[in-house]
């Protein structure tokens, strides 16, 4: 992959979210201020079709991707096009998730990327799914795009996320020499970093200028699900499916644990909320800045704790029991912050 590709990537990328930010009030993707969305200003929804403009641009002048991930592209297409619609009109919940099941089906029954085993998780043996391969394929797919985009609750944290995740898995296709995955994924994230350009603050642009809105989140969360169950399964599998819960760890963790403790109050686990971890962080005390910087610093820890165990062959039931006793030490969270008796501020606006 020559820099000349990268970079052209990058500029298609930004020229498009450029282009797209005037018609976004026109096709109704603007995320207008108001309830819990604490922005000031209306910010155009359009970061996820920029990013995907720009990776398809080039993916097409790069054969190795173009024969490898033509499908995925396809059918990603699909994923963003509701995500689209969403943002616009704000589809219901069950309408949502159907067309990502269908979409997740399409990629494990049309394209046969499909969850067939889940490693060796429990120290007896592989965990073979058989006849449960394309019904789990779809609940996890499903799940990681839900995942991801209820991280893309403050600017440059979903972006972010997914662009560390995205690393870890193209270093792993360098160490196993897959070239069509390690191209696909440089690609990517070239457009990411375009798009968090626009959508990071500093000290010099106290606000995003774009923001990914379902669509991009949604877009962003299929890539990666195709991409791990991709280097995961089959005969051309390039390490253990347990790796892949330290790549996702942030959103994983933030979302299961939301899945639990929702219903447990009486409300939907899929309904909007200010409980996520980002949301915690902050009425912890923590600035925005400081919010972002943090979890992209826990997820590349995370992440390098699955490096680490994946280049030293650590055994999958250690990978795991780590895994589930981090997500404990998470669930007890709260518990360990009244104990502290650290109070929750309220959240300004920013």
Known sequence: ??????????????????????????????????????????????????????????????????????????????????????????????????????????????????????????????????????????????????????????????????????????????IAGNVAMLQFGTLLICSLLAFLVFNFRHPWKKSAMVYLGDAGSTLLGFILVWLIIEATQGSNAMMSPVYALWFLAIPLIDTVSLLIKRPLRGISAFSAGTDHVHHRLIASGYTHEQTVVGLYVAAIVAGTFGLVGYLYNVSEAMMFASFMAVFAVYMAWGKLMRFMKVKPKQVEPV
């Open 1 to 174: 992959m020559s820099f000349i590709n990268l970079f052209s990537t990058f500029v298609i990328t930004s020229i498009s979210l450029f282009a797209l930010k005037p018609v976004a009030a026109r096709l109704g993707l603007l995320d207008i201020p108001g309830g819990r969305k604490i922005h000031k200003t209306p910010t155009p929804l359009v970061g996820g079709l920029g990013i995907y403009l720009g990776t398809l641009c080039m993916s097409v002048f790069t054969p190795a991707v173009l024969q490898q991930y033509s499908a995925m592209l396809a059918i990603s297409a699909l994923v963003l096009f509701i995500g689209i619609f969403d943002d616009a009109r704000e589809l219901r919940v069950s309408v949502r998730m159907g067309a990502h099941a269908f979409a997740a089906w399409l990629m494990a029954a049309v394209a046969g990327n499909q969850l067939l085993s889940l490693g060796n998780l429990l120290a007896f043996g592989p965990i073979e799914l058989g006849v449960l391969a394309i019904p789990l394929t779809i609940f996890a797919t499903v799940g990681v795009i839900n995942a991801i985009n209820m991280t893309d609750g403050i600017d440059g944290l979903s972006g972010g996320l997914a662009l560390i995740s995205l690393t870890f898995l193209c270093i792993i296709a360098f």
